[in-house]
């Protein structure tokens, strides 16, 4: 059984950093290209950042600049480290793995970052 496990989320102030964790089970992980989504109330779950099996990355315009992922497949976990955060980066984020054609697993809870002074 595939499942996700996202932490690190939080309260942040505008121009904060956080740093998100995601550990995979049930996978051969390193087999696998990963995404970083997100999903803002109101609004439709979006790409924030992807990284390949080849740890070729790949960032959504909005993350571009602010926000890296990175991957250490001997604990099967995707990172994601948000710097510059702005209030528009309030949602919930998850990670999944991905094909070109969006997420493949299932959505496992996600972790809350809330950017607000």
């Known amino acids: 059984q595939v499942q996700f496990v996202e932490s690190g989320g939080g309260l942040v102030q505008p121009g904060g950093s956080l740093r998100l964790s995601c550990e995979a089970s049930?996978?051969?992980?390193?087999?696998?290209?990963m995404g970083w989504y997100r999903q803002a109330p109101g609004r439709l779950r979006e790409l924030v950042a992807s990284i390949t099996s080849a740890n070729e990355t790949n960032y959504a315009r909005s993350a571009k600049g602010r926000f890296t992922i990175s991957r250490d497949n001997a604990k099967n976990s995707v990172h994601l480290q948000l710097n510059s955060l702005q209030p528009e980066d309030t949602a919930v984020y998850y990670c999944?793995?991905?094909?070109?054609?969006?997420?493949?697993?299932?959505w496992g809870q996600g972790t809350q970052v809330t950017v607000s002074s």
């Open positions: 049930g996978i051969i992980f390193r087999r696998y290209d």
């Open positions: 999944n793995t991905r094909n070109k054609w969006g997420p493949t697993g299932s």
